[in-house]
């Protein structure tokens, strides 16, 4: 009898393994190998403190994307809520008790490395939101009050990211949100008022910012007016982008980058370090990697029976693609800097591990595609 269990156990488990997608395994692997090089490169080519952390970082997160992705997505979408509150919880914290750095207050230290709540905050909004519609007929979806409900949750934690102050992020988990509502059948006619309800907004917003978000985005129409202050690294960044041509100038040759003219390339502007040295055609391998990447995540969901893990897979992959697009528009002076972390090349430990527990929760959608959750 036991025999026969152990048996069944096994069976079960390689079953399971059968059925993780080896292709998105392997994307998310070769990215983690090009952002451990590109960031060795932002080490002036020596194994420094942002290439080993990075390195450490990436490898115990891809461990724990391949463990948590034999979590049952019935777990997933019981947590849903709770994860949320756990996760508010902590911008709470961390906008009282945080640690403070650059003038922002947005890091809970955990001794092993600060956590920034925020980063977790777009993976609980995209549960969140896929256990909230789960259950809500299509009919359903345009009533007051299932409108009200997701918008309390999504202006909650934006609200408190704004506060730390970090725009940045707060724009991300907003796009995140507004995109699950989207994709679960929320009429257009909504997304127009709130649009022309934020151009006639804009103005009063704008004078919220703080002194140096209105100078990024007065930078963002024209970076020449203050080209060694505010307008310096977009400045930078362009002329990296640019003058990696078509093929680059090569590995550990980028001079904007050696020189020390692009400041923070380890983190919002890796892109622009590796085009200079890999040029378009090296940014377009790269993109086509992302696309790739995408493209897997909306297939799972596709071919997922239950409509929490479908909503979870759109949703996380059209979070992905917001990110790319924010980052690279930023760099290339398409869009004020906002400070958008490009997933899995970017240096920084909280964007790593809300990516990677974002892409377990896909794969464990792909491992148990065929159950119904009730």
Request: aromatic share 16%.
């Amino acid at each position: 009898m036991l025999r026969e269990r152990l048996n069944t156990d096994s069976s079960s488990f390689f079953e399971k393994v059968k059925s993780i997608d080896f292709v998105l395994v392997f994307v998310v692997l070769l990215l983690g190998i090009i952002s451990s090089f590109a960031m060795y490169s932002t080490d002036g080519g020596q194994l420094l403190y942002h290439t080993k952390s990075h390195i450490v970082r990436f490898g115990i997160f891809f461990m724990l994307f391949l463990t948590l992705s034999f979590v049952n997505t019935k777990i997933w979408h019981a947590i849903g809520y709770l994860f949320y509150f756990i996760i508010l919880t902590m911008l709470v914290w961390a906008l009282y008790f945080g640690v403070t750095a650059s003038g922002s207050q947005r890091w809970i230290d955990l001794y092993i490395f600060n956590l920034q709540p925020s980063e977790l905050m777009k993976i609980a909004i995209i549960i969140s939101f896929a256990k909230f519609y789960h259950r809500i007929q299509t009919a359903e979806v345009n009533s007051i009050k299932n409108i009200i409900q997701p918008i309390v949750l999504l202006i909650l934690p934006i609200f408190l990211v704004v506060a730390q102050p970090d725009l940045g992020t707060s724009i991300l988990i907003a796009g995140t949100g507004v995109s699950v509502m989207w994709l679960s059948g929320l009429n257009l006619k909504y997304f127009i008022y709130s649009f022309l309800l934020a151009l006639v907004m804009t103005p009063f917003a704008i004078s919220l910012l703080k002194p140096y978000q209105k100078l990024r985005v007065l930078t963002f129409f024209d970076p020449d007016r203050d080209p060694l202050g505010a307008g310096y690294q977009i400045i930078q960044s362009k002329i990296a982008v640019g003058s990696g041509g078509l093929y680059g100038k090569g590995y550990l040759k980028g001079t904007q980058s050696y020189l020390e003219f692009l400041p923070e390339k380890h983190t919002d502007f890796i892109f622009t370090l590796f085009s200079e040295e890999f040029g378009f055609i090296g940014s377009v391998t790269l993109l086509i990697l992302y696309a790739i990447l995408i493209f897997r995540i909306g297939m799972i969901g596709f071919n997922c029976r239950s409509y929490f893990a479908k909503l979870y897979c759109f949703g996380f992959s059209s979070a992905i693609f917001i990110y790319i697009i924010i980052n690279m528009s930023m760099v290339l002076g398409m869009l004020p800097i906002v400070g958008s972390p490009l997933p899995i090349m970017s240096y920084g430990g909280s964007s790593m591990l809300s990516t990677m527990i974002g892409l377990s929760i896909v794969m464990s959608c792909r491992i148990y595609k065929k159950e119904l959750i009730a």
